[in-house]
T-cell receptor, first 107, second 112 residues
Framework: AQRVTQPEKLLSVFKGAPVELKCNYSYSGSPELFWYVQYSRQRLQLLLRHISRESIKGFTADLNKGETSFHLKKPFAQEEDSAMYYCALLTGNQFYFGTGTSLTVIP | NAGVTQTPKFQVLKTGQSMTLQCAQDMNHEYMSWYRQDPGMGLRLIHYSVGAGITDQGEVPNGYNVSRSTTEDFPLRLLSAAPSQTSVYFC???????????FGSGTRLTVV
């Protein structure tokens, strides 16, 4: 069963525009959710986790249990934000990743 | 502190060959995992370990074996390589899962 859904494979926005990368999850327990980023030809890096409620590189994500969503947002996209973004759900000892969204920020 | 180190970075195998992908971490992390990354499918968990001597299967374990004899090392063995195992493999480790994982730089494997 698909536990994490990222409906957009590709997303393009202009520099300075707001960006939202969608993530929905399916889990009956109390979810622990993460966003990872992978820049071109680099390893995956933890971007943020909902439990810490932090803002990294201007990105934020709010857990909405009613909508089972954990969308990633940034008010003003920058060219260096172009990357692959993965939403991940931790259940027990296992991480489940979404299929990823490739974000392109157009200059 | 090297983090998570994977070797080799690239490998080409013939169908039926066996090999071991190496993963080592120097952060004294208990949790280690292997993922494969395929276009359009994201990352899928192959095997994971919550400590030395303890391993378990993930979503796609068939064709792979793991062992965890030490905290530092978590090798992934392909018993008889198949073209369907062509992928990029990532090893990751964590103190505990809820801290998030630190990923290695990946191994790009091609099976011909």
């Amino acid at each position: 069963a698909q536990r994490v859904t990222q409906p957009e494979k590709l997303l393009s926005v202009f520099k300075g525009a707001p960006v939202e990368l969608k993530c929905n999850y399916s889990y009956s327990g109390s979810p622990e959710l993460f966003w990872y980023v992978q820049y071109s030809r680099q390893r995956l890096q933890l971007l943020l986790r909902h439990i810490s409620r932090e803002s990294i590189k201007g990105f934020t994500a709010d857990l909405n249990k009613g909508e089972t969503s954990f969308h990633l947002k940034k008010p003003f996209a920058q060219e260096e934000d172009s990357a692959m973004y993965y939403c991940a759900l931790l259940t027990g000892n296992q991480f489940y990743f979404g299929t990823g969204t490739s974000l392109t920020v157009i200059p | 502190n090297a983090g998570v180190t994977q070797t080799p970075k690239f490998q080409v195998l013939k169908t039926g060959q066996s090999m071991t992908l190496q993963c080592a971490q120097d952060m004294n992390h208990e949790y280690m995992s292997w993922y494969r990354q395929d276009p359009g499918m994201g990352l899928r968990l192959i095997h994971y370990s919550v400590g030395a001597g303890i391993t378990d299967q993930g979503e796609v374990p068939n064709g792979y074996n793991v062992s965890r004899s030490t905290t530092e090392d978590f090798p992934l063995r392909l018993l008889s390589a198949a073209p369907s195992q062509t992928s990029v493999y990532f090893c990751a480790s964590s103190v505990q899962g809820q801290d998030g994982y630190t990923f290695g730089s990946g191994t790009r494997l091609t099976v011909v």
